[in-house]
């Protein structure tokens, strides 16, 4: 029994880090899911702090795509343990096991809901740096619910990481920031997440190797290959928004899970995506599938061949005739180029304008505003600056607007603990309206925008507050206990006068106020009849010491004596 509330039953998974056992809420009847963590990484008190921050983090998450934590603890020996909703269905590793791959419409709509999860956490600040098909589950009716928010992050923050077996799990679907141990951000979960849906598609992770290691640097340095390598029916849209999710730079791949979502919603339902392949991909074909191709398939590609041709043509004509010209305005052949005007352009064509001029993408940065998501804010070098031939220009992206989060948990706190909330929040306390309510004044009762909405960061927000006035009912005619029963439950202390009166005792003849508004704790005072004082006895009469006029009565007749009964 853990924490003398959950029964652990049979255990039904285990993992690198931890044991899940199916077990039962004694004090609420209820079936969980109990995560404990491995003995030897619950030595660590860093680790242990960590993972029971991030658990708390994971448990103010409220997603339908996302498995609810409900508690978190340690065991008697100190092992941290994390108490979530037990789902009835199989992981996608089960899926793909049993069943091997998905239909592609049913993968996207998959992955869709693993974006709207990933989204909200991503929302709330948490990366789950472990997304793979062991962590994402489909219910009986359907639905996907993504496991373990919080524990990944953990392992990633912690000291020690020299766990081989942790990193074995996780190889196929690691980030190219994650395998060289660098800073990892949401994107880096976007990348995993079309790792997942390479998988889910074509049967098969993107990258395979004779050990974890192998599998990394893969990652690292080796493109995927297009899913409709594998399968000729799968459409572009469908390697586009793959290609994009798997960008080794994480400035190229989706920037967000809820642009990611956008896009797979688009693939599933047959329209154009706005991802378009960094670089394009070039089909893999086995002998016998070349020499199937059909003359209709050649006459087309020949098509395009001549197509590709003539804007090559096109694009040379203007480099070269920038470089002319720039040789005819210095005079020499000196090497030197302008870095041409990009402030404005979108990222993609601010990268073509630098290629165009012989120039190399330096460092790219990104930072909110208020720009379209993708401008160009600034540049380095400025435009027309002189660079030699291969010189760098080093960018700033916009992010677009910063978005947040209005927080569900402000309800209910004091007014100066929600405006510290809302503050880290990065939203500010607007206006403030006074409710009246039995509650203590201050109190937060409510938030406007609703809590939970997703905002942008700097809105105001406006607050509900309760004034801490509350109506005094009326309790005349009611019995003395009947009226004290009623101030005290409507947040009043009670007084009591009592006042004779004919009446029944006990009554409430009168209060103090009465049908106003009084602040929450104050004293009403309730006056009440009480029998009237008993009226003393009369004095006996006292002899006045003067005779009294008239004859004195004689003596009384003594009464005659009864006969006697006769013998």
Known sequence: MLGSRYELGPRIGSGGMADVFRGTDVRLGRDVAVKVLRADLARDPSFQA?????AQAAASLNASAIVPVFDTGTDDSGVPYIVMEFVDGRTLREVLTEEGRLLPQR?????ADVCAALEAAHAA???????KPGNVMLTRAGDVKVMDFGIARAAADSSAMTQTAAVIGTAAYLSPEQARGEHVDARSDLYSTGCLLYELITGGPPFTGDS????????????????SAYDETLSTEVD????????????????????????LLRAAAGEPVHATPVLEAVPVLAPAAVSAVTYDQRDRSTARGVAYGLFGLVLVGIVVGIALLVRGLLGTDSGLVPAPELIGLSQREAVAAIDAAGLTVGDITERFDEEP??????????????????????????K?????IVPVEVVGLSREEAEVLLTERKLVVGSVVERDGNVPAGTVLGISPQPGSQVPASSEVTLTVASGNIQVPDVRRKTVQEAAELLQRAGFSVGITPRADPGPPDIVLDQSPVNTLAPRGSTVVIVVSQPPPSPAPSPSAEPSGEPTSGPSPGPSASPEPSPSPTP
């Open 373 to 398: 998501f993708g401008t160009v804010l600034e540049q380095s070098p400025a435009g027309d600056i002189l660079l030699r031939s291969g010189g760098s220009v080093s960018l700033v992206i916009s």
């Open 240 to 263: 586009a928004v793959v290609l994009k999710a798997m960008a080794k730079n994480p400035a190229n791949r989706y920037q967000s899970a809820g642009e990611m979502r956008e896009d």
């Open 107 to 111: 993968a996207l709509e998959v992955t």
């Open 400 to 404: 677009g607007v910063e978005m947040t």
């Open 50 to 54: 960590r993972f029971r921050r991030e």
């Open 212 to 227: 974890p290691v192998a599998v990394a640097y893969q990652h690292v340095r080796e493109d995927p290959t297009p899913p």
């Open 125 to 131: 600040g948490i990366v789950h740096r472990d997304i």
